[in-house]
T-cell receptor, first 110, second 117 residues
Framework: KQEVTQIPAALSVPEGENLVLNCSFT??????LQWFRQDPGKGLTSLLL?????REQTSGRLNASLDKSSGRSTLYIAASQPGDSATYLC?????????FGAGTQVVVTP | DADVTQTPRNRITKTGKRIMLECSQT?????MYWYRQDPGLGLQLIYY???????NKGEISDGYSVSRQAQAKFSLSLESAIPNQTALYFC????????????????FGPGTRLTVL
């Protein structure tokens, strides 16, 4: 059974610092991995989708890497801003199922 | 206007009551999903539908039923609500030629917070 873990559960950083969010999964036979942002009252927003054949994806200040062999993905957010405060979830797709991690709650302080 | 809307946004009900949560989308997507989220846990898939005539159970479908009334509408029902169904419920849509849940980007509604007393 695929298990997706995100550590830490919560993180607080000062504005301007780079954010590093971790996601680990137990079964490397995945089709893709997605990172989502969750804001209270607004649902989830897809940030990046990395196919299993890819090593990374970039969008603006966001960069996500994928290492299937070690079962890890990392989301980097450069030069964090207070508007980056949210919960970030990763989800892996494999064996016909999309499995979510519990998320990392991020607070960026001015 | 939001592309994926959910009604109601908040609902408090009593054990044994029948509840319907509704989802509508204007994105023109053929695929729709229902998830629940419990505090400290990730989202879990309840049901999904790849088109109007297609309904599939997710990993936690017991106690729930769904109806795909049209391409744009997907409703989730709790036939007899129980307290452990208290959770945040999300509807999502996607549009892809790929097979399987999770192969394509999903777009989420704002969620319905359901409390069963």
């Amino acid at each position: 059974k695929q298990e997706v873990t995100q550590i830490p559960a919560a993180l607080s950083v000062p504005e301007g610092e780079n954010l590093v969010l971790n996601c680990s999964f137990t079964d490397s036979a995945i089709y893709n991995l997605q990172w989502f942002r969750q804001d209270p009252g607004k649902g989830l927003t897809s940030l990046l989708l990395i196919q299993s054949s890819q090593r990374e994806q970039t969008s603006g200040r966001l960069n996500a890497s994928l290492d299937k062999s070690s079962g890890r993905s990392t989301l980097y957010i450069a030069a964090s801003q207070p508007g980056d405060s949210a919960t970030y979830l990763c989800a892996v797709y494999g064996w016909g199922k999309l499995q979510f991690g519990a998320g990392t709650q991020v607070v960026v302080t001015p | 206007d939001a592309d994926v809307t959910q009604t109601p946004r908040n609902r408090i009900t009593k054990t044994g009551k029948r509840i319907m949560l509704e989802c509508s989308q204007t994105k023109g997507h053929d695929r729709m999903y229902w998830y629940r989220q419990d505090p400290g846990l990730g989202l879990q898939l309840i049901y999904y539908s790849f088109d109007v005539k297609d309904i599939n159970k997710g990993e936690i479908s017991d106690g729930y039923s769904v109806s795909r009334q049209a391409q744009a509408k997907f409703s989730l029902s709790l036939e007899s609500a129980i307290p452990n169904q208290t959770a945040l419920y999300f509807c999502a849509t996607s549009d892809s030629q790929n097979s399987g849940v999770g192969t394509d980007t999903q777009y989420f509604g704002p969620g319905t917070r359901l409390t069963v007393l």
